[in-house]
């Protein structure tokens, strides 16, 4: 849930030292930001004509694939 996701994103800034200046500006950013559930962005994928995907990467709302053309 997108609430969660932002409050661990808070929590894991301020553990590792961000300035709250820093963590504001970047929460404010968040509404902005259009984010694609994964199950959504494999879709469009293989709508796209990729094959083999494999999602390596995940940080919170960015997702990394690996995928064949």
């Known amino acids: 849930n997108w609430e969660k996701s932002v ?3 808070i929590e ?3 553990r590792n030292g961000a300035e709250q200046e820093l ?5 404010e950013m968040l509404p902005s930001m259009h984010f694609i559930p994964p199950d959504r962005e ?3 994928l293989e ?3 990729f094959k083999e ?3 390596f990467y995940q940080g919170l709302w960015f997702f990394g694939w ?4």
């Open 66 to 69: 690996f995928a064949r053309a």
């Open 42 to 44: 494999e879709r469009l």
């Open 23 to 27: 963590i504001d500006r970047a929460t």
């Open 12 to 14: 894991h800034a301020r």
């Open 7 to 9: 409050r661990l994103y």
């Open 53 to 55: 995907i494999e999602r």
């Open 47 to 49: 709508e796209a004509g």
